[in-house]
């Protein structure tokens, strides 16, 4: 089934929306999981339940428990249906990121038809599997709180403004990996992970500085000298990169810091563009 949003929603005439509290999340998680299991996502990790056979081990064996601590240094966690009700919020985060990285899309088996067993999957494929698992899981959490989603690789993250998702999701016209487009996509992550903290995010400011000053040289070609000192005022004079008593420290980092962000990743975005354009022309 689709996941959407219907008319009233979409259309912004929905005034009255019940708040998505953590009680109300893990009830529509447990929904969500609970599905999932019966279509097999989970077999190939966590094993099944046979009336022949018993309990059939997945690749984590039979002592999911045990291996839940190991990844995430928490005990008391599975099985998810008697545990759920003391989950905290980080628990709960942890244990959505877990079922991440072991969702794994069933592609064939059998039907045990004896006693209505079910299906007995031996095949499956991880990434379609996850993919899979974020699209309903990030049904389920987007409107909690702040409202978050699971990237990619699996990490819990904030969702942005929708003013600036669309710079969050534009390609990054770089092909240079190792100093620009790796450096960016870390910083994103630091700053968008759940809970991140404000140390966090200043580390973030500092990898989007540290490629604004890796094209430095090339802004000199598309910008005049006082715009590029201004963008690097701001990583010198406030306490991102440098340390020491004339750095201005007494301004609300919480708010500064976004504003920081998305400054810097929107003019890294406009120098690279502007860069490649000066190339693209005929030399005269």
């Known amino acids: 089934m689709k996941n959407r949003d219907y008319y009233s929603s979409r259309t912004g005439k929905l ?3 019940p708040e998505l509290t953590l009680k109300l999340l893990k009830k529509l998680f447990l929904v969500t999981y609970n599905k999932l299991d ?6 190939k990790y966590f094993g099944y339940y046979c009336v022949d056979q018993g309990d059939v081990n997945g690749e984590l064996g039979g002592d999911i428990d045990s291996m839940i ?10 099985p998810i249906q008697e545990k759920l009700e003391s989950y905290s919020e ?13 969702c794994s899309k069933p592609l064939s088996g059998y039907y045990h038809q004896f006693n209505n067993c079910g299906h007995h999957y031996d095949t499956f494929n991880n990434t379609d ?19 978050y989603e699971i990237s990619n690789d699996g990490e819990i993250l904030e969702l942005p403004d929708k003013y600036i998702a669309p710079l969050l999701e534009a390609d990054i016209p770089s092909s240079d990996i190792e100093n620009i487009n790796s450096k960016i996509q870390r910083a994103v992550t630091k ?3 759940h809970k991140s903290t404000l140390e966090d995010r200043k580390e973030a ?15 000199k070609d598309v910008l005049d000298s006082k715009d590029e000192g201004d963008i690097f005022n701001i990583a010198n004079n406030f306490s991102i990169r440098h340390h020491n008593e004339k750095q201005k420290k007494d301004y609300d980092k919480a708010i500064w ?8 990743l929107a003019t890294i975005h406009a120098v690279l563009r502007m860069v490649a354009r000066k190339e693209q022309k005929p030399s005269s």
């Open 69 to 78: 601590f190991l990844s995430l240094k928490k005990e008391n966690l599975w």
């Open 205 to 219: 400011l500092r990898e989007l500085a540290d490629v604004l000053e890796y094209l430095r040289p090339e802004m």
């Open 15 to 17: 005034k009255e929306t």
């Open 90 to 102: 980080d628990d709960l985060f942890d244990m959505i990121e877990f079922l991440h990285d072991h």
């Open 257 to 264: 810091y976004s504003w920081i962000f998305y400054h810097y």
């Open 191 to 193: 700053f968008r992970r």
């Open 38 to 43: 019966e279509d097999g996502y989970f077999q």
């Open 129 to 147: 599997g996850q993919q899979y698992f974020r699209e309903k899981m990030n049904y389920v959490i987007k409107d909690y709180l702040k409202g």
